[in-house]
């Protein structure tokens, strides 16, 4: 399960936690949840699944805090036009599953792009029908499959053209 990466992010976000939490559907800001680590659109179900692997309470209560509800009519829905891989080239070495992904995967989707900039942790900016970055979510942690899964799900695929 990617262990070491695990429990390192595990770590890093325990330590970021600071004041005790008490368990409520009180919502942060989402900077308040950007700087927890939790960016992007977690779904609530996903906190759930969380808890069962990781048993800091006070983790899962702030990712409680910051996702969103799951329903069929709303986030589960939503979809990009595309989207940009961004991620420091330097980094690469660190996160596999990432160069797992667009060594092996990438090409599946045309409207996918890799860019890389110096210092970014790996993430994904999510591309509106104009090409306007609409959401972003860091990806370091996350397994090929599940890089796979949240495209295939999200990004809508380019019209088929003549090739």
């Known amino acids: 399960m990617g262990g070491l990466n695990w ?9 970021l936690l600071q004041s005790p939490i008490v368990w409520s559907k009180e919502e942060l800001s989402s900077r308040q949840c950007e700087d927890l680590g939790f960016t992007g659109l977690a779904l609530c179900s996903d906190c759930h699944a969380l808890a069962e692997y990781v048993k800091n309470q006070e ?26 891989l961004e991620v420091c080239m330097r980094k690469l070495v660190f996160y596999p599953e990432i160069v797992g992904f667009i060594e092996e ?10 860019q890389y900039s110096f210092n970014s942790p790996p ?17 370091d942690n996350w397994k ?15 019209s088929v053209s003549a090739s």
């Open 7 to 15: 429990v390192v992010a595990v770590v890093l976000l325990g330590s």
């Open 59 to 84: 983790l899962v209560s702030d990712c409680l805090k910051c996702c969103n509800e799951d329903s069929d009519d709303s986030m589960s829905k939503v979809t990009y036009s595309g989207a940009v």
């Open 105 to 114: 995967d990438k090409d599946q989707f045309s409207s996918i792009k890799v």
């Open 123 to 139: 993430k994904l900016i999510l591309l509106d029908d104009e090409g306007q970055h609409k959401e972003t979510i860091r990806i």
């Open 144 to 158: 090929q499959e599940h890089i796979l899964q949240f495209l295939h799900e999200k990004v809508k695929p380019k």
